[in-house]
Nanobody, 115 residues
Framework: QVQLAEFGGGQVQPGESLRLSCVGS????????IHWYRQAPGKNRQLVASISGRGGSLIDYANSVKGRFTISRDDDKRTVYLQMDNLEVDDTGIYYC???????WGQGTQVTVSS
């Protein structure tokens, strides 16, 4: 049974950092590309970052997070990370990790950036 679980959300002030984790099970994790999306209140879901499977050599980011967010993976731990630095109020939303090949989504974790 495929499962994805996100961890690490919370409430922080602008300029602070958070690290999200996405833990997968029930599939060949190392082979799977993983995407992070976010959904802000009243807005459509936005692709934030993506990392390819089999070593994660292909990485991409939304323009709005380039230079501030870093996606990485540890296949031994079956985990993809999203390091978010210098957070802004507009980064607020629910963050989801997904397996794009099968359109499977985790339950999401809330990130709130507020002063």
């Amino acid at each position: 049974q495929v499962q994805l679980a996100e961890f690490g959300g919370g409430q922080v002030q602008p300029g602070e950092s958070l690290r999200l984790s996405c833990v997968g099970s029930g599939f060949t994790f190392s082979a799977a590309a993983i995407h992070w999306y976010r959904q802000a209140p009243g807005k459509n879901r936005q692709l934030v970052a993506s990392i390819s499977g089999r070593g994660g050599s292909l990485i991409d980011y939304a323009n709005s997070v380039k230079g501030r967010f870093t996606i990485s993976r540890d296949d031994d731990k079956r985990t993809v990370y999203l390091q978010m630095d210098n957070l802004e109020v507009d980064d607020t939303g629910i963050y989801y990790c997904t397996i794009p090949r099968i359109d499977y989504w985790g339950q999401g974790t809330q990130v709130t950036v507020s002063s």
